[in-house]
């Protein structure tokens, strides 16, 4: 069984955007994906970082949250944006599995995850 390490919480600069941010990893952050609680890339959003860039390997461990509930967004996101040439899968239930939803190419913007049935629905996720 995988326990997965916990991201630590960026500190907040005060000019700063006033959404949440997370981290994958220790060092040179790079964004990677951005959820939203609602349709088109609004209401609350959380903001991911991860120290390497997205690979093309599916098994790429460094990429995955096990439990959003972590940070406030299990079965929460609306809407989502990958960044940096990352793409994303969604599963249902926590620490992966099944019903997921497949691996969606590089930059695919998803602005109504109610289209695929998966709106308010992802409670882990794997990036590659
Ligand atoms: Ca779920």
């Not at 991201?7 to 959820?35: N, T």
């Not at 099944?98 to 629905?121: A, N, T």
Request: aromatic share 12%.
């Amino acid at each position: 069984m995988r326990i997965d390490t916990k991201p630590e919480q960026f500190a907040c600069d005060d000019d700063s955007e006033s959404e949440a941010r997370y981290k994958l990893g220790a060092s040179s952050p790079e964004l990677v994906l951005r959820l939203h609680s609602g349709y088109n890339y609004s209401g609350s959003t959380l903001a991911v970082y991860a120290s390497k860039p997205c690979t093309p390997a599916t098994d790429d461990e460094g990429h995955r949250i096990g439990n959003l509930g972590d940070y406030g967004w299990d079965d929460r996101a609306s809407s989502l944006s990958t960044y940096n040439e990352c793409r994303i899968k969604m599963h249902d239930p926590l620490s992966y599995g099944s019903p997921s939803y497949d691996w969606f190419y590089r930059h695919k913007d998803l602005r109504y995850l109610s289209r695929g049935d998966w709106d308010e629905r992802m409670s882990s996720l794997q990036l590659t």
